[in-house]
């Protein structure tokens, strides 16, 4: 397996989350600059640019339907139809919003922050369905799990959350790190994949057992994707190196590319597993042609 | 920089139909340029921002005076830069106070630099390094940075910037160039984009400031929109110069024909038109970003602004100051106190360095010093977000050029940089020295505040020049 580069891409400040569209041909891009670009991936063409949000672009994620959703530190959410336009608004969070994840089949969002609030939304309603305590401090990071509507939330109390979205309930609260946990992800197996700022990496069975952990040869841990296949696991850190894990019944020696000269604050995976994104806070996004066979 | 990145000298106004008259210069001379000029002729204090440039040109050259050669850079880290990060680093200290960076060696044996400041490491016997700054007022702002007092028991009129004084004392050191400049751009929190207020020194030594809206030199029958292309800015220029050399200004006095002159074709225009830099040194000072930097609240951080103001000492400004850069680093959601450096450092490494190789190289280190500082230091421990508060506690300071002795460190703080353990400056003691580098005797000078009451520039009973540096 290999990593081919193929565009750099820019902000004006640090950029904090990517996400890929459905169907494969746009990256959405998140910065502390107020905005999120969107990119033609076939050639690293600046599309359009998503402005109105107050404060920094915490992050993005894509509904199954096109539509995008932005989570900023202006405390509050926007969703974007698929030309661009604002749909609506979503307040609610009282503090900066850090967080932010969609479901993979359907209109659920599920949001967190300095408010120490998991915030659970529907894309098609103006206001939240539910408020979960996050924990005890700020919410790091939050995750869906692709086969069902539950989903998870992490965060400065060091502790991970797994939340029911049906039942609107909690379902465990699992102290899992040493330090703040700072990102998590499911795989196609149900676990869960947490990283801290203790430089580890975790994955938890889907009663929260941690079955595997290793040094995530990063200082900081700070976000993580898994490859649509389930087959890999690409993680950044605050040494601004995208290592890529193969994922099997734990974790092994990853291929490392030193892309960045500060923190990534985001890697994602495009649907159909041919791209590799990374943001950081120097102000670029990476995005490399991810090659499989090469192993 | 230049024209096509900054919104530089806005030319306003209405039709052109009265380019040439009378009240059409005198409108000249009394906007933008109009503020300098005055220095020493007695003509000073507040009130006077709308004599003409004509009638400032006049009563100079009945001054019959000329000014030393001696200038200053000051350039101000806007929030207040982390001292232990930067020039004080305690590899000693427990984890949550020591932070991320390791020192490493500079050319002056037992003074060590942050990992991220490598340029200056090899130019470390050009820099006096101050480790022990205090008397921080501890506000957000640059005004203690640019008049070494306070904003808190201002006399009558305010305390007038540095720069300020010096156009009050020294005037001129070149026709046609104001003697302070601030290259300040106009920011959401305005008490980082202080132009350096002229205080008790009068509105006719407030700074010329090409980069901030409130402070633009305005011409008649320019539009704005015209200024966003360069362009169509020099091409404008040069269609006054046609009509200046087509006699259309003979007869009119020879200070408006001056006065003309300086607004058509002076060296202060070129000097900011960065095009016009040699490629080979400009890009010296590549980096940056014409954005504002981090939070969007403070200016950018560009290293154009270090080459604009060695264009503009070299052309004859005796005092030049810097908003550079967001250094207020409090931690997430707007990155870590380390995220923020890795940021910034690198760049303020090239700046710097390549703002202390350009003097060097042009003989202007003798005479133009510079000042490197925020407006207090931060916090010894790492607070939850990764970042570090505000500690006016204590804080650094750079010196350099002004023939001053480089190569040294003065002051020591304790083991975690909490305070200083060993010869504590003072803001005050800085601004003696600045003002010594200008030749001003700050335990002799006075000048009269708005009530004429005379009053000291620093409390000179307390703190003099830095003698380890002069």
């Known amino acids: 397996m290999r990593l081919v580069r193929a565009h750099t891409l820019a902000h004006n400040n640090a950029v904090y989350g990517v996400a890929f569209a459905p169907d494969g041909k746009t990256l959405a891009t998140a910065s502390l600059d107020n905005q999120v670009k969107l990119w033609r991936l076939a050639d690293g063409t600046l599309e359009r640019v998503l402005k109105g949000h107050g404060d920094g672009v915490a992050g993005v994620g894509y509904l199954a ?5 932005s989570a900023s530190l202006d405390k509050s959410l926007r969703v974007w139809r698929t030309d661009g336009t604002l749909q609506r608004t979503l307040p609610g969070h009282a503090e900066y919003l850090t967080c932010v994840a969609v479901e993979p089949e359907g209109g659920g969002i599920v949001s ?23 924990g005890e401090a700020t919410v790091q990071c939050v995750a869906w799990r692709g086969d069902a509507r539950v989903f998870a939330g992490a965060g400065d109390d060091n502790s991970i959350r797994w939340f029911d979205a049906t039942e609107r309930a ?13 990102a998590l992800a499911f795989d196609r197996q149900r676990r869960l994949i947490s990283g801290g700022a203790d430089g580890r990496l975790k994955i938890w069975s889907a009663e929260g057992t941690a079955v595997t952990e290793v040094d995530a040869l990063t200082a900081r841990v700070k976000c993580l994707a898994v490859h649509p296949t389930g087959e890999v696991l690409a993680v950044g850190g605050s040494d601004g190196v995208v290592r890529v894990w193969k994922l099997g019944a734990g974790l092994s020696e990853p291929i490392a590319e030193p892309a960045h000269r500060n923190t990534l604050y985001g890697v994602a995976f495009s649907p159909d597993g041919t791209w590799l994104a990374a943001a950081s806070f120097d102000r670029s996004i990476s995005v490399w042609r991810w090659e499989m066979s090469a192993s | 920089m230049a024209f096509e990145h900054f919104p530089a000298l806005r030319w306003g106004g209405a039709g052109t139909g009265d380019w040439f008259s009378r009240r059409s210069f005198l409108q000249v001379g009394s906007l933008g340029f109009g503020r300098w000029g005055l220095g020493g002729l007695g003509l000073g204090g507040a009130g006077l921002a709308e004599l003409s440039l004509p009638g400032l040109l006049r009563a100079e050259a009945k001054s019959g005076r000329r000014q030393a050669n001696k200038s200053v850079i000051q350039i101000f880290l806007s929030g207040g830069p982390p001292h232990q990060d930067m020039v004080d680093l305690k590899p000693e200290a427990p984890v949550e106070v020591r932070g991320e960076f390791r020192p490493i060696d500079t050319t002056v044996p037992g003074l060590q630099l942050c990992e991220l400041l490598p340029g200056l490491a090899r130019r470390a016997e050009h820099l006096a390094v101050i480790r022990s700054l205090v008397g921080s007022e501890g506000r957000h702002a640059a005004f203690q940075c640019l008049t070494g007092n306070t904003v808190a028991r201002q006399p009558p009129g305010g305390w007038p910037a540095l720069g300020a004084v010096a156009s009050k004392l020294l005037g001129a050191r070149q026709p046609g160039v104001p003697p302070f400049i601030s290259l300040a751009p106009r920011m959401k929190t305005s008490t ?11 509105q006719a030594h407030a700074a010329f400031a090409p980069y901030a809206d409130a402070a633009q030199l305005q011409l008649q029958g320019i539009t704005r929109p015209a200024l966003q292309a360069r362009q169509a800015l020099l091409q404008q220029i040069d269609g006054l110069k046609e009509l200046a050399d087509s006699g259309v200004l003979a007869g009119t006095d020879s200070y408006y024909e001056q006065a003309f002159g300086i607004l058509t074709s002076s060296e202060l225009v070129e000097a900011l038109d960065l095009q016009r830099e040699d490629p080979r040194v400009r890009a010296r000072y590549a980096g940056g970003s014409t954005e504002p930097a981090g939070y969007g609240d403070a200016g950018p951080i560009l290293n154009d602004y270090f080459l604009a103001a060695r264009r503009l000492i070299e052309v004859g400004a005796r005092v030049v100051s810097i908003a550079y850069g967001r250094w207020d680093w409090h931690g997430r959601p707007h990155g870590t106190n380390f995220e923020n450096a890795r940021d910034h450092l690198p ?7 390549a703002l202390l190789d350009d003097l060097k190289e042009r003989g202007l280190d003798r005479d133009c010093t510079v000042v490197v500082w925020g407006e207090f230091g931060r916090t010894p421990r790492i607070n939850k977000n990764g970042g570090r508060d505000h500690w006016p506690q204590v804080a650094c300071a750079l010196l350099a ?11 020591a703080t304790n083991r975690h940089a909490e305070v200083p353990r060993e010869r504590p400056v003072h803001f005050q003691e800085v601004f003696a020295t600045l003002y010594h580098q200008l030749g001003i005797d700050v335990a002799e000078q006075t000048l009269d505040d708005l009530t004429g009451r005379p009053q000291y520039l620093v409390d000179h009973t307390h703190h003099g020049p830095l003698p380890e540096l002069i």
């Open chain 1, 65 to 69: 339907d096109g539509r995008l959703v």
């Open chain 2, 192 to 202: 980082w984009g202080d132009l350096g207020q002229p205080g008790f020194c009068g």
């Open chain 2, 347 to 353: 760049l303020f490494d090239g700046g710097l360095s």
């Open chain 1, 112 to 134: 967190g922050g300095f408010d120490r609030q998991i915030r659970l939304w529907n894309a098609d309603a103006d206001a939240q369905v539910a408020a979960f305590a996050g």
């Open chain 2, 401 to 411: 050029g002004g023939g001053l002795r480089t190569g040294q460190v003065i002051g």
């Open chain 1, 170 to 182: 909690v379902l465990r609260t699992v102290p899992a790190h040493a330090a703040a946990v700072e």
